[in-house]
């Protein structure tokens, strides 16, 4: 009883106990920006996700391919979000074995900007990638000759040219020497 008193005071009987997105004006600045979306689905400034076939997660705005672990985290989703809420009403108010005042864990799950880290030790791993790589490329070209519009898409994180497996490839002063040797000195004619 103290609980739905310190919650649903006569005072608080006044306010609405709706959500406060369910509003008119949300609800419109949603529909807007819905529509938005739709006007740039439309006119192919943004990829369509729906279009594509497979169970691949692809972003709207680069089209890249999401890994696996990203996809899965996003599906379970609302049953860790349900096992969590049923946990805290279990522990909190059922059984009253934790203060209602505890902080509930972050569920640390993959997205889109907070991806798994990716190893980065070389040998081996490096072999690994290469083998993943031609076994990746393998698969864009046989799925290219069932849908050409297959490679307007992302297929890594990080192009293989700039980066070694996320990691931006820095060089070293020595990896300059192949590339001035076979550069004439302007200063010394050559002998004729």
């Known amino acids: 009883m103290r609980l739905e008193g310190a919650c649903f005071s006569a005072s608080s009987n006044k306010e609405s106990l709706e959500h406060p997105e369910s509003s008119a004006a949300?609800?419109?600045?949603?529909?807007?920006?819905?529509?938005?979306?739709?006007d740039l689905v439309k006119d192919d400034k943004v990829v369509n996700p729906f279009k594509e076939m497979g169970p691949d997660l692809i972003t709207l705005d680069t089209g890249e391919v999401m890994d696996h672990e990203i996809s899965n985290c996003l599906r379970e989703a609302p049953n860790i979000g349900k096992a969590m809420f049923m946990e805290f009403v279990r522990d909190r108010i059922e059984?009253?074995?934790k203060p209602f005042s505890d902080v509930i864990p972050r569920a640390n799950l993959f997205t889109f900007t907070n991806r798994p880290a990716v190893d980065l030790k070389k040998g081996a791993n490096k072999l690994g990638s290469a083998k993943a790589n031609t076994a990746l490329v393998t698969k864009l070209f046989l799925s290219l000759?069932?849908?050409p519009e297959f490679f307007k898409h992302e297929n890594q994180r990080e192009p293989p040219s700039l980066s070694d497996q996320g990691k931006l490839l820095s060089g070293?002063?020595?990896?300059?020497?192949?590339?001035?040797?076979?550069?004439?000195?302007?200063?010394?004619?050559?002998a004729a």
């Open 26 to 38: 949300e609800q419109k600045k949603f529909l807007n920006h819905l529509k938005a979306l739709c």
């Open 95 to 97: 059984k009253a074995t």
């Open 172 to 190: 070293t002063k020595s990896d300059i020497l192949g590339c001035l040797l076979g550069i004439p000195d302007p200063g010394h004619s050559p």
């Open 145 to 147: 000759q069932a849908r």
